[in-house]
């Protein structure tokens, strides 16, 4: 399923590019759009971890700087029959973490320093059980293609947009409606880009928060771990972009707008919670 959805959103990539580029750019521009998506799916299949490594500034860590992590996420691979992943830690007291990588073979795991001061042991292998859930569960590839091409989206239609803004593009409608579209377009992407990624991280969190307690066998501590991410990660909100927000385990984009739930790249964190104990908090602070 989750290979089926990749290569829908690969394919939906290249044919948006396409059109966009015959609508600006006529055939030469549908051309060129072609090879640009055809660059961009292949950087995004194979690259798009780093990227999204590299966009949070995540640096690779041996065992011997970083033995708690490595011993919890060493165990936890064990009984799920995964291979080891490298692990790497971003610089932000801001409880988080998330997974990326092309496959099992090639994943990696990610935390920040705040996490690592915020969780005990048990809340910790709950958190990095939960994140080699999406490794077992075979869908960080999706989650990390989607956070390309949801930025790539979004890029594009600013480009499209200045383009026509200055004169348009020779070929094609350039100056009779270019701009028009570009407008649209500009309007249009970034909520495309959240599409992607709704289509994607929904669901796939609570088979994740699943699939940690079941390796764990112990809920309450990756309930827990929820509960304190989301109180602290609101104290101190996470510098983050919103096309790769739905790749962490807490959503690092806060808002207080009403709306926010409506467009939030994760389900509400007290359902997760209940989903995992029963009830809506661990320690009774939330209300149903």
């Known amino acids: 399923m989750n290979t089926l959805k990749t290569t829908f959103l690969l394919t939906a990539l290249t044919l948006i590019l396409v059109l966009a580029g015959g609508y600006f750019g006529g055939t030469n521009g549908m051309v060129l759009a072609f090879i640009i998506a055809a660059a961009m799916n292949f950087f995004s299949y194979f690259y798009s971890d780093r990227i999204a490594l590299s966009m949070y500034r995540a640096q690779p860590v041996t065992r011997e700087q970083l033995p708690r992590a490595y011993a919890v996420v060493e165990r936890m691979t064990q009984r799920m029959g995964l291979p080891m992943p490298k692990i790497y830690v971003i610089p932000t007291d801001s409880p988080n973490a998330f997974a990326t990588g092309r496959n099992p073979q090639h994943a990696s795991v990610a935390v920040t320093h705040g996490i690592l001061n915020l969780l005990n042991d048990d809340e910790l ?120 927000a739905h790749l962490f385990i807490v959503a690092p984009v806060i808002s207080a707008h009403d709306l926010a739930g409506l467009f939030s790249t994760h389900p509400p964190i007290p359902k997760r919670i209940e989903r995992l104990i029963g009830r809506t908090s661990v320690y009774g602070m939330q209300n149903r």
Do not use: C
């Not at 994140?131 to 869908?139: I, P, T």
């Not at 377009?185 to 940690?212: C, K």
């Not at 307690?213 to 101190?236: F, V």
């Open 125 to 244: 292998a709950g958190v990095l059980a939960h994140e080699l859930g999406h490794v077992k569960n075979r869908d960080i590839l999706t989650s990390s293609v989607a956070a390309t091409l949801a930025g790539a989206i979004t890029l594009l239609a600013r480009f499209a947009f200045w383009g026509a803004l200055f004169g348009g593009y020779g070929g094609g409608r350039g100056r009779r409606g270019g701009g028009l579209g570009a407008l649209l377009m500009l309007v249009l992407a970034p909520i495309a880009a959240m599409l992607i990624q709704l289509a994607v991280s929904r669901s796939r969190e609570y088979e994740a928060d699943a699939t940690g307690a079941h390796i764990t066998g112990n809920p309450y501590a990756l309930a827990s771990a929820l509960e304190k991410l989301d109180a602290y990660s609101k104290r101190l909100p996470m510098a983050a972009s919103a096309t790769t």
